[in-house]
């Protein structure tokens, strides 16, 4: 047994949820600064009419802003620079990044690059510690990679196409802008990513060595199950906005740090699944659903009834009640199975990448100190490829 251990939770975010919420940006922003850059995507918000809202609702508020396009899925370190510099000549007082995970996290390496005497990739490589940032708001169009309330931003450097991750209090967003009706636009395909990455996070923190943790355990399973149940409905019916609003929810819970209370998470799958994005350039969830299952079908033995509790609460599969390895085996089905319902990949193949680079990828994973990926179980590199290769 181990207890919880002791723990911070600070979730600083103002969270304004709910239909038309996009209009308070103005309002928002002007509470931090008279000048803004106003960061997004490839288009979908000019698409949408989105963009246009945002303008109106900035210039109603007497916010001068300036803009920056062109963040793109695994956001890049050479835009990133772009913004820090443009930022520093405009004398920007806050970053508004209207859009999904990779707008918003290319807008907060630039909040955080702003005031560093230095090379902003030296807090992904952890040569440097953040000591301060520019504030950034979020107008969120996607529920998937959480960042809109995460102390996390990920970053591609072409340079190696390294895409490594910084944690950082100071990468908490000082405001988020929610409105549910905003994701009706979303391809299929991106509600089936984001699903994939809202319950890795979830999972990641579930499959923990720490035992008291009944709580956060019940919130994980609830978190998940809402998932499993509203993602189906979602794509059916884009515009239900009970269903959206579901989802959009449990994205920000999943991954602001609530559910890892008094744990230790793993976090095994998000290290090899950024070796495949960064090198392939997959959407980072699509990367998930290849890599989960197959992590667990890797590590199950190290704690099978964890494994057991997840196919039983989550899934509500069956018991066998003298073969607890089929059931901690029917959990990990049922999670494949599932993500193979909503079309999402669940095989290298399917990703389309070959064989050829899994050493690679495997070699470049990001290790901890100890020179091992994970916490759940502690893996080799070697391990890594094992993993990978489960995956082909
Ligand atoms: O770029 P635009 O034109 O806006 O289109 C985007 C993009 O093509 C589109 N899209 C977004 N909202 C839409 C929409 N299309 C139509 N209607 C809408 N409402 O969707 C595509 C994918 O967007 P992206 O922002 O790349 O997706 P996501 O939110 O999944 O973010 C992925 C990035 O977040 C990182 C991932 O590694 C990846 O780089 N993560 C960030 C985390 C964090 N900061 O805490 C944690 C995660 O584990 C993850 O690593
Ligand atoms: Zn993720």
Redesign the pocket.
């Known amino acids: 047994m181990s207890e919880l251990e002791n723990f911070v939770f600070q979730s600083p975010t103002k969270i304004i949820f709910g239909k038309n919420t996009e209009t308070q940006v103005g309002a928002e922003v002007s509470a931090y600064g008279k000048k803004v850059l106003f960061h997004?995507?490839?288009?979908?918000?000019k698409?949408?009419g989105?963009y246009n809202r945002i303008i109106e609702s900035l210039k109603a508020a007497g916010v001068e802003y300036i803009e920056l396009g062109g963040?793109?899925?695994?956001?890049r370190l050479s835009l990133v620079n772009e913004g820090i510099e443009l930022c520093r000549r405009e004398k920007v007082d806050l970053i508004l990044a209207v859009?999904?995970?990779?707008?918003?996290?290319s807008a907060?390496a630039i909040a955080l690059g702003v005031p560093y005497n230095g090379d902003v990739w030296d807090f992904f490589t952890g040569k440097a510690e953040a000591e301060k940032a520019l504030p950034v708001g979020v107008v969120l169009?996607?529920?998937?990679?959480?960042?809109e309330a995460?102390?996390?931003?990920?970053i591609?450097n072409e340079d190696g196409w390294l895409?490594r991750?910084c944690s950082s209090q100071f990468?908490r967003p000082a405001f988020a802008i929610m409105n549910p009706e905003?994701?009706?636009?979303?391809?299929p395909y991106?509600t089936a990513?984001?699903a994939a990455?809202i319950m890795?996070?979830v999972m990641e923190r579930y499959f923990t060595n720490t035992t008291d943790v009944d709580f956060t355990d019940m919130l994980s399973e609830a978190t998940l199950k809402t998932i499993i149940k509203h993602v189906p409905i979602a794509l059916k019916e884009p515009e239900n906005y009970e269903s959206r609003a579901q989802i959009m929810w449990a994205g920000t819970i999943a991954?602001n740090d609530l559910l890892s209370t008094g744990r230790l998470g793993d976090w095994a799958s998000?290290q090899i699944?950024?070796e495949l994005?960064g090198i392939y350039d997959v959407?980072?969830?699509a990367g998930l659903a290849v890599v989960f299952p197959a992590w667990m079908k890797y590590v199950y033995h190290h704690d099978v009834q964890r494994f057991v509790r997840f196919a039983v609460k989550v899934w509500n599969a069956e018991q066998d009640f003298f073969d607890p390895k089929q059931t901690a085996l029917k959990g990990i089905w049922h999670l494949e199975n599932f993500f193979r319902s909503i079309d999402l990949p669940v095989r290298l193949g399917e990703l389309g990448i070959p064989d050829d680079r899994i050493r690679e990828m495997a070699d470049k994973t990001k290790a901890g100190e100890d020179g091992k990926v994970g916490n759940f179980v502690k893996l080799t590199h070697n391990d890594v490829y094992k993993i990978l290769q489960l995956a082909k």
């Not at 995460?150 to 990920?154: E, F, G, H, M, Y």
């Not at 905003?182 to 391809?187: A, N």
């Open positions: 997004y995507g490839g288009g979908s918000i698409k949408t989105l963040a793109q899925p695994n956001p859009g999904g995970g990779s707008a918003i996290d907060k169009t996607l529920p998937a990679a959480g960042s995460s102390n996390s931003c990920v591609t895409k991750g990468n905003l994701t009706y636009t979303l391809p991106q990513c984001g990455d890795a996070h991954h998000h699944e950024h994005s959407a980072h969830g």
